[in-house]
């Protein structure tokens, strides 16, 4: 990837200046769509690969989109946004650009493996200035359509950008952190403004450490919101020096579970693709790629973290003991004996040939350590996908086992994992022991 010239370097200070100056104030919302598999889910698509328009805000925007060709409309799929630089466009971002295929959505869309449906919005003039909201508002109009067409997995949102697509990453992150898993931002700052900030967001941070256009204090203080804000342990990352053409990436410690925090400085320019060993930048050998990659590997697909977290170390939002009773429907039945658990089952969402489940685990009038669920596939089924739970199956007989953060279970109060199956939906008589 070419470098800036000075005369682009200077009408990318402008630019940035006017953003500044421009950005608006956003407000906070409630999550786009209840956790889990969206409303597209078993629907025929409408919505092609290709450039569409989208009115939003009263204004005719456009975005590229792009779903793998092997598209199930039984299959939750991850859904990112990759954010255009300043004077970059979205075809830009969806082809790769001089790099080639290869480096389409930031090299994600080569690594994805079929697996992910890729968003490149059109920024107006080029830019991310997100007057008034406008550009938050866009991307809010883009996931309520995508996941009200297509086969969603709310628990994998993730947006990604470089230069001023690093800077609307941020706001996103900042404004939408319901939405939003993570976020990874090339080289931002803060240009398209900040509304929140204060709830926990995953974040990977990559900035030059003699960064000429927007030096790397700028990266440093969107990170450090973000480390705030993930209840991480405080440091000064080590950064590699001037010459050394290397990165050094830090993962932070002590961050809430289920809200990393991770900086890669590197010995470069303002550039999303360098290249250890050699000043030069491409999209086709830079680190960046798989490191991005991995980090987006680890969150799991599960409910997505809610926008007001507990301070308990689970993620905020998955199936934490609550004090509300257990749902009534389709119970294993009887009553239960002081330190044992009961489970309840129902169908939360089904369409031709899946189905999505949820199982309640309710403790009795005495507390519980843990808990193990099981009960009998129906002929013809198969689950495919379990979340807040570990997942075994024999034959037909299913076992489910508690994770980490949802085992210990006051007297009378519940959790509730759930899970994705083929075939068709059945009510089953989950049994529920403790030990």
């Not at 090299?107 to 007057?131: C, E, H, M, R, Y």
Request: proline share 7%; with cysteine.
């Amino acid at each position: 990837m070419r470098r800036m010239t000075t005369p682009e370097r200077h009408r990318w200070v402008l630019g940035s200046l006017m953003a500044l100056a421009l950005a608006g104030a956003v407000l906070l919302v409630p999550r786009l769509a209840q956790a889990g598999p969206t409303a597209g889910c078993g629907k025929t698509p409408t919505l092609t690969s290709g450039t569409h328009s989208i009115q939003s805000g009263g204004q005719n925007r456009s975005y590229i989109l792009s779903i793998p060709s092997g598209y199930s409309n039984a299959q939750p799929y991850r859904l990112i946004f990759g954010l255009h630089w300043l004077n970059g466009t979205a075809n830009d971002v969806a082809t790769g650009g001089s790099d080639g295929a290869a480096w389409a959505f930031y090299g994600q869309k080569q690594l994805s493996g079929g697996s992910t449906i890729f968003v490149a919005p059109q920024g107006i003039d080029n830019g991310w200035a997100n007057t008034n909201g406008r550009d938050v508002t866009l991307v809010d109009d883009l996931v309520r359509l995508v996941e009200g067409d297509l086969c969603v997995d709310t628990s994998q949102v993730f947006a990604m950008g470089w230069s001023y697509g690093g800077s609307m990453s941020y706001a996103l992150a900042c404004a939408r952190p319901a939405v939003f898993r993570a976020v990874v931002v090339y080289s931002g700052a803060n240009l398209s403004g900040c509304s929140g900030g204060t709830q926990p967001v995953g974040y990977f941070g990559i900035h030059g450490t003699h960064d000429s256009v927007l030096n790397i204090s700028n990266g440093r203080s969107l990170r450090d919101t973000f480390v705030r804000a993930n209840g991480c342990t405080a440091q000064s990352p080590r950064e590699p020096s001037q010459g050394s053409l290397t990165h050094i990436t830090t993962v932070y410690s002590g961050c809430r579970s289920g809200y990393p925090v991770q900086w890669a400085a590197f010995d470069g320019d303002h550039t999303p693709s360098p290249v250890d060993g050699t000043t030069a930048t491409s999209g086709l050998r830079t680190w960046t790629s798989s490191e991005v990659n991995t980090f987006l590997a680890q969150f799991p697909s599960s409910p997505s973290p809610s926008g007001s977290p507990s301070t308990s170390s689970s993620p905020s939002g998955s199936a934490s003991p609550s004090s509300s009773p257990s749902p009534s429907s389709s119970s294993s039945g009887g009553p239960s004996p002081a330190g044992s658990c009961a489970a309840t089952y129902r169908t939360i969402n089904a369409w031709p040939g899946g189905f999505q489940g949820e199982v309640t685990v309710s403790a009795a009038n005495a507390p519980i350590t843990g808990w193990t669920v099981q009960w009998t596939l129906a002929s013809g089924q198969t689950i495919t996908q379990v979340w807040n739970a570990t997942l075994s199956v024999a034959g037909s007989n299913v076992t489910t086992r508690n994770v980490s953060y949802n085992g210990s279970l006051a007297a009378n109060s519940s959790t509730t994992f759930g899970f994705l199956a083929s075939g068709s939906p059945s009510t089953p008589s989950p049994i529920c022991t403790s030990p």
